[in-house]
């Protein structure tokens, strides 16, 4: 392309991301601190914002280790692992990725509700899993199961046995081989799955909304106390609310990393396939 | 088939332990993580099609043919559809300028992109809603209009449709652009002949998953759509409104009509990849 193009270029590129991501995300942080910071520290602190944010952080907590000790059991399972309908549970895997949030409460309440297959066997034995904490715990998992399988796997298949055999044949457990071998390894694909969850899960409202009943200072998560915010007149809280949520986010994403790279790694061919560790991400300086 | 570590099996010492081994690779494994699966997603799914279908398929029909739900699945279709086309046409300007321009500052750029991705989905509507909606200092109102439900959907979409072209591009042999240049060929016609044949598949895949996302988006959309029946209301909000009425086997046969459709989006694009050997990107 001649230079004459580079200047349109720019000005397509830079602004559509102008108006469609900076500038609105930048208003909602000038909205939270329009009225001082004291009005917004105020709006968050009140018990059911509070309330909001520790339940959020609880899901969290819950949610993605679970997430996490699945994605790596499955991708490792698949990895190494062939047995009948294995390709059948790799396809299933994505399922979340494929329905809409919503949906996913829905099929929920489906099974674990008041009407649901194992509504009545649940009620029996006095465990609410809807409108409380199970339900949205589950809820927030089963939308971000698929993201550590997703980026763990391709690693998996690309590093092969032969370290793992090797720590095997000098007798190393399989835990032991685990432990120094495979994580190591996966260390980072995993850290970006992890983040991928996290963020998920921090920031989960489809599915959760549909679950949870949004019971003020009971079963709201803090995207759903972002949306009561909205709708009944507290914007100052919702403004508040999303910038804490927004920061969360970008900590996660900068304490376990993004890595904008590793997509163009993927791409090329398979013998400059290998992330290693000592590899510093930068974004396409090509 | 056939051992899955063949080494472990070549040590003599390391029967017993071959054999906890195959148990945790074999049984234990599979069965602990399809269980959890299952009850999170396999399970659930299924409750929602035997839902859809308990009262026969006349009242599933009843309940897709319905004036709301037809009207709330079409304008999540269209709007989908074009938000698609349109973000993987402005995903390829700014792959094009991540990738073959220089300028101070590219890595911030490249976190913006991303930035859709991280964001809470409903953090997303709100900022939407600040800037264009009734308060907007732009004095643009698109609240309650399908333009919001659009906008809404471009935002969430666009990593998708960046990334899936990016990695694309930035391997792309420059040569050929070049002997096609010297050759006598136009910018329009190195454009045409020589970079989009190449992209395509990138743009196709980042479209297919853009459209996928955008048909079953809901947190961003609902703050700036206001849901109004028959004018904004997308079939997640639908299904939304159908389970807070307590009408399930309506919002499972709805559920139904939009699993059908992302699983026939995903599967194309599965089938694409493969012809094209792609690798994912998401």
Redesign the interface.
Known sequence: MTARWRWPLRVVAFGYLALLVVIPVGSVFYRAFEHGFATAWDAVTTPDALHALFLTLIVVLIAVPLDTVFGVGVALILARHRFPGSWLLDALVDIPLAISPVVIGLSLILVYGKSGWFGNWLAAHGIQVIFSLPGIVMASAAVALPYVVREVLPVLLEIGTEQEQAAATLGAGPFTTFRRITLPSIRRSLAYGVTLTTARVLGEFGAVVIVSGAIAGRTQTLTLFIQDGIENLNPTGAYAGAVILALLALLVLIVLGGDPERRKRRWRSPSDQFPSDSETPSLSTT | ?GL?????G??P??RG?RR??RM???VA??S???T??S???????A??LS?ALSGGFGAFWQAVSQPEAVAALKLTLVCSLGVAVFNSL?GL??A??????D?PG??V???????????????AG???????GPDS?FGVNVAGTRAGIV?AL??VT?PFCV?SV???L??LDRET?EAAASLGAS?AT??RRVVLPSVAPGMLAGAGLAF?RA?????SV??ISGNLPFKTEV???W??SL?QSDD?SA??AV?VV??AI??AV?IAIGLLRRRFE?????
């Open positions: 088939m899955s570590v063949p080494a472990l070549g040590v010492a390391g332990r906890i081994d945790i690779g074999r494994g599979p602990l993580a399809v959890y699966l009850l999170l997603v396999l399970l659930p799914v409750a929602i839902r402005a300007v700014i094009w300028v991540l990738v073959r321009d300028f590219k890595r750029v490249g976190a913006v992109i991303d930035l859709p991705f991280a964001l809470p989905t409903v953090v709100l900022t939407l809603l600040t800037l264009y200092p906008l471009a935002f666009l990334r990016q990695p694309v930035a391997e652009e910018s190195v454009l996928a048909i079953g988006e809901f947190g609902v703050l079939a997640s909000s299904i939304y389970s399930l919002a499972a559920s939009l699993i992302s699983l995903l792609i690798d994912e990107t998401v």
